[in-house]
Nanobody
Framework: QVQLVESGGGLVQAGGSLRLSCAAS????????MGWYRQAPGKQRELVAR???????NYADSAKGRFTISRDNAKNMVYLQMNSLKPEDTAVYYC?????????????WGQGTQVTVSS
């Protein structure tokens, strides 16, 4: 059983910063890639940023220049540093991981962490 647990969400004023963390734990697994998605009320879940095992990154246009994804392989953690936050960044942020588990690729989601940016 593999679990993803996010932390670091909260309430921040526009222009402020937050750092989200996601820890992968459980039985033996290999990380293929990890990323962050978000879902605002009434909207579909969307990609924010991804980081592959090879170090390649992919950012949503809305995140470029403001958000940075990083990973600590030794701790099986992924982070999302969010700067210059805007009210439109308000959403539930979900950690996502594609892992190699028991001989198969599997996708996992965290429970989500709320980020609220006030104007």
């Amino acid at each position: 059983q593999v679990q993803l647990v996010e932390s670091g969400g909260g309430l921040v004023q526009a222009g402020g910063s937050l750092r989200l963390s996601c820890a992968a734990s459980g039985n033996s697994f290999g990380i293929i890639d990890m990323g962050w998605y978000r879902q605002a009320p009434g909207k579909q879940r969307e990609l924010v940023a991804r980081l592959t095992s090879g170090g390649s990154t992919n950012y949503a246009d809305s995140a470029k220049g403001r958000f940075t994804i990083s990973r600590d392989n030794a701790k099986n953690m992924v982070y999302l540093q969010m700067n210059s936050l805007k009210p439109e960044d308000t959403a539930v942020y979900y950690c996502n991981a594609i892992l190699w588990v028991t001989g198969a690729l599997r996708t996992y989601w965290g429970q989500g962490t709320q980020v609220t940016v006030s104007s």
